[in-house]
């Protein structure tokens, strides 16, 4: 590395942990800072400050109870290479100048790095002291400042104890800045913004445990003159508390909930009630704002912390005619989008280009870990500006009752007023959808029987379903099996979530694409292992053995194997034992090959392929003939015989 790339001048280098590890001078190239693990100890030692870094702590911070039989040689290799980088110049053997070895450690002393830690820490502080001064309007500023240094997970990727508890510890940061951020914004009047509202809600939908946000959401939502929507929230927060963690709100929120309700029941206008405060206890305070403030700017939205793990089956916050909506939770752990062009432009047409006293329906069915949810997502925020009155999105995995309960709760029914019974609960949602233009997104239907009364009726409304099966008779609706990925769009989504350490890998990564087949949860989660262990070759998941890659392509509480298995649950012996009998077809079958391996009648035969294929399990292809997913045929070939009868 020539000193011209950064190498060796430390005057100005800038490192950004809040996000991906990276550094550079400014004005310089990028520096090439080695393997995640290599950069989990350049994080140490770059937060130690200069001091020095005692050898076991260092072999703790990146391998905890677990450390390896070699791992002081690897973390002496570590040590070479980073002088390597910060001192190109150093002659062979000469002791380092700015990374030091002490007897029992080593210590980083580069010249005046910045860490976009240290400066978020500094805006924070500063926040603080100018709220306590009163001036919230400069407090507001300094904390966007500071969130807008983030541009993801922090020291995302990094492996070992320490790089963990950073991220514990700063995400925890970033999630008590954006609180104080959006009360800032609340005290200076800003929740009069459409937009500050919609931000809100948006960060209260991905933190639903966290019962300050869902304060604030209920505040704005106050103010802006919506009270329905704001005890809404409560209801929704309490249901979810309960769900989670077995817990009621606690007293500070159940006491909004209750000045809200009352200001609510004598109709009051949408304003703070006189001492309202969405802090609990400990939150940091501050002097209320000045005249004037409805001139300030929206609420801006930095890039998203560390995912929140999302209950089963989620619901929107409330509609109105004025403001989209936003997920409370999301639908499931959902892949990355990628690709399907054409499958969105066939969406977004029948969607938006109904007839006036039309209510358009399209399902998207295929095998499991296709992206059906994933697309249903994509194409509902294309859209999402020709349904006014918002977005409703719910999981059906509970049920048509559950399901019909959270939509209605949603759409402002508190829970005491919510009926008993299928037919009831169906008629009260349709007639809270009247006169509203609102976009249902329906997740993981089974049958057709529980989609039906989650169909919206009225015109103007329409819905997008998702189902693994292909047995859903809707009339009228637009049926779009959803495919595999074509290579392109395979490559890219494989790429994208190995990380960019492995651009050297080129030839194994589209190997490994290949072996995946176009199925999207399999391409994330092969992408996800390789970013998860450095250590791992594309080569060697490319390369691996059916049974063994099937195993490895877990991460993130997601596994092919496990969405494949929920599938085959659901089978009846029959059509399980058909299964396991036509994997060993190595191509496409028919019928009548069906029926000789299975040793069953052709009829019978017949019954099983239709089930298997409504299941998602099996795919049919031209002139009566059936093929399986690799993945798919590999899991067959494992799963447990039925009970025999």
């Not at 795919?619 to 009970?643: E, I, K, M």
């Amino acid at each position: 590395m020539t000193r011209e790339q950064g190498g060796g001048d430390t005057a100005g280098l800038r490192f950004r942990m809040l996000g991906p590890m990276t550094a550079r001078v400014p004005g310089g190239a990028p520096l090439a800072l080695g393997s995640n693990q290599q950069r989990a100890l350049l994080a140490v030692l770059l937060l130690r400050r200069g001091r020095t870094a005692p050898m076991a702590e260092l072999l703790d911070a990146l391998w905890g109870e677990r450390v390896p039989p070699r791992a002081v040689g690897t973390l002496r290799t570590y040590v070479s290479r980073l002088r390597s980088l910060f001192e190109p110049d150093r002659p062979a053997r000469a002791p380092g100048r700015l990374l030091l070895s002490a007897p029992d450690g080593y210590a980083l002393r580069l010249h005046g790095p910045v860490l976009d830690m240290d400066q978020f820490e500094r805006g924070l502080a500063d926040a603080a002291r100018l709220r306590t001064a009163g001036d919230t309007r400069e407090a507001y500023r300094t904390l966007g400042d500071a969130l807008g240094l983030w541009s993801g997970t922090p020291l995302a990727g990094l492996p070992g104890p320490y790089a963990e508890a950073q991220r514990d510890r700063l995400t925890e940061l970033w999630l008590n800045a954006r609180e104080d951020h959006f009360h800032s914004a609340l005290e200076l009047g800003l929740d009069r913004d459409i937009a500050a509202v919609a931000a809100l809600r948006a960060f209260a939908a991905e933190h639903p445990l966290r019962e300050r946000t869902q304060a604030l959401l209920m505040l704005a939502l106050h103010r802006a003159g919506r009270p329905g929507e704001a005890l809404a929230v409560y209801e929704v927060t309490r249901d979810t508390l309960d769900v989670e963690l077995g817990v009621p709100p606690g007293p500070e929120l159940a006491a909004l909930h209750r000045r809200l309700r009352s200001q609510a029941a004598t109709g009051g206008p949408g304003t703070v009630p006189p001492g309202t405060d969405p802090r609990p206890p400990g939150a940091p305070g501050g002097a209320r704002a000045t005249p004037g403030a409805a001139s300030a700017p929206a609420f801006p939205f930095p890039p998203a912390g560390p995912p929140t793990p999302a209950a089963p089956s989620a619901v929107v916050a409330p509609p109105t005619p004025v403001a989209p909506l936003a997920p409370a939770v999301p639908l499931a752990p959902a892949v990355p989008f990628a690709g399907r062009a054409a499958e969105t432009g066939l969406l977004a047409r029948l969607l938006t280009g109904a007839a006036d006293d039309a209510v358009p329906v399209a399902v998207l069915t295929g095998m499991p870990g296709i992206g059906k949810t994933a697309l249903a997502e994509h194409v509902a925020e294309q859209v999402r500006g020709s349904f006014p009155d918002g977005v409703l999105r719910v999981c059906l995995r509970g049920g048509p009752a559950e399901a019909l309960a959270r939509l209605v709760s949603a759409l402002g029914v508190p829970g005491p007023e919510l009926p008993e019974g299928l037919e009831a609960r169906a008629a009260l949602y349709r007639s809270l959808l009247a006169g509203r233009r609102v976009l249902a997104l329906l997740d993981d239907a089974h049958d057709t029987a529980g989609l039906l009364p989650l169909l919206p009726g009225t015109p103007g409304c329409a819905a997008l379903v998702t189902s693994t099966g292909r047995g859903l008779l809707v009339p009228g609706a637009l049926l779009v099996d959803v495919p595999e990925l074509d290579e392109a769009a395979a490559l890219r989504l494989l790429a994208a979530a190995a990380g960019p350490g492995r651009t050297g890998e080129s030839a194994a990564l589209r190997a490994l694409a290949g072996r995946c087949a176009g199925l999207p949860l399999a391409l994330y989660l092969a992408g996800r292992r390789l970013s998860l262990d450095p250590a791992l070759p594309a080569a060697a998941l490319a390369t691996a053995d059916g049974p063994r890659l099937l195993a490895e392509l877990r991460a993130d509480g997601l596994a092919v194997a496990e969405r494949l298995r929920r599938c085959h649950t659901r089978l009846t012996p029959a059509a399980a034992r058909a299964l396991r009998a036509t994997a060993a077809a190595p191509g496409a079958f028919g019928h009548a090959w069906a029926a000789d391996v299975s040793g069953a009648s052709e009829a019978a035969a017949a019954d099983a392929i239709d089930e298997l294929v409504d299941s998602g399990l099996l795919q049919p292809g031209t002139s009566d003939s059936y093929r399986y997913h690799p993945l798919v045929r590999q899991f067959a070939r494992q799963a447990p015989a039925p009970a025999a009868h």
